[in-house]
């Protein structure tokens, strides 16, 4: 038996209540005394399984678990290779219930049963299948985000097998770097909700954090880069993407950088993340993680944010200017498509890990699904997207208009050259095509002689006047 005093607004640290039981107090609103009893099954309560503990918890003034909190209890159960679930005594149906019971971990520390309560009442271990019920819509809080992990584990390692097996065509090694960090860091979540069932990942929440910091980070960066391979192929010649320099500073960026701010961050001892896998997550920021972490993920996204906005700005420019050639036009849709897209996988990411870490809930659990949803689409487009216009030329307008000019001779005409129909001596039409003064610009294609004359029925005679 264990007492101890039950402080309003101040931290309760986990009490071990003899050899079997374990017990974890909320935040408090008001002031109190605990007792909590830990003891072998007695014959005084129905109880299937006589051999595990049962714990009494009671409140000396009566108080309650705050609403929207919940209590945290251990039980270490004899027959260890038996699935069990915790229970409390309902006293109006004189038997044993699993409401307002979540179990954490069947293999806590030492062995322990690890659930969550939001009542105290007289706890104990029975045999989960007493309690198998069909599934519920509350099944659906642990289902619906499990499956859209795990869809969205497939799609990125689809999407990654499709770019590395592209064949006469270089891939950004940004885009790489995105699919391949997205399929680890939503393995990582894919973890978080399942692995708690199994085993207990109270001495883990460390390293979670700094695994998330690091690909979070990363992938911050890497939307920076993504929007400056867009915003060059728009405004200079795109053969520098892939050049050794380009790709050395993109792993310095966006691998090294971030691994770096993680090893400063584990010596400084700037976690903020506890009791990750559980509904009483707690985060405690402090100096050090705002260094480390939120604020090179603000300048990144700033960043990643400003070169969207200016490629955005010169796709609109150069639509203006070339409304006349379909092909172009057609890719700088999708260069402005990829940018929007960009900026919706910023959103869709950091919104999906703040409601992982808040996830229980209906609304929190809808909204959760939503952004892995929303994530998932967009990554699938902004690969389809670069994919595009990696296969295409130079986005941008080119200093010498090759393109333009090559298209202009195949037409058989220039820009800015009036074609002007003639009657010869024999009665018949006949084209005549002069340069005038608007081909000054095109001063390196200019003829020698001042006009062409030719004769559509001697064609292809050219007589010179």
Known sequence: MKTFNWVANAENFPTNIGQSCYLEMPRSEVSDQVRAICMGNSTLYPIVKGSNPIMSIEMDNGSKIPKGSTARIGLKPINASENYTCVYFDKNENGWSTSGIKVLSRNFENGLVLCEVNHFSLFTLLPESMFISPVSFTDLNHLCPTLTTVITVIVSLFLLLISMLQKNMLVDPALLLVQLLTLMSHLVQLGIMTLPRFISLRNYDSQIQLCLQFLLVSLAALLVFLNDTIYTRLTQDSSQLFSWCRTSLIFFVAIVAPVLLCISNYYLDAFVLQNIATKQQRIQLNFAFLCH???????????????????????????????????????????????WVSFLLMIAIYGEITFLFNRFGYMKVALFCLFQILYCMGLFFLSCYHLRL???????????????R????????LLGAPIKTTIDT??????RESIESNLSKYSAFKPVLDSIYIDSNVSPMVSMV
């Open 406 to 413: 090559k298209r202009d001779i195949s037409r058989d005409h």
């Open 390 to 404: 990696q296969s295409t030329p130079v986005l941008g307008e080119s200093p010498t208009r090759t393109l333009e």
């Open 426 to 431: 024999n009665g018949h039409f006949s084209y």
């Open 293 to 339: 972490f939120v604020l090179p993920v603000v300048v990144f996204v700033l960043m990643a944010s400003g070169y969207g906005v200016a490629s955005l700005y010169k796709c609109r420019h150069e639509k203006n200017r070339s409304r006349s050639i379909p092909e172009k036009n057609k890719n700088l849709h999708n260069a402005a498509r990829a940018v």
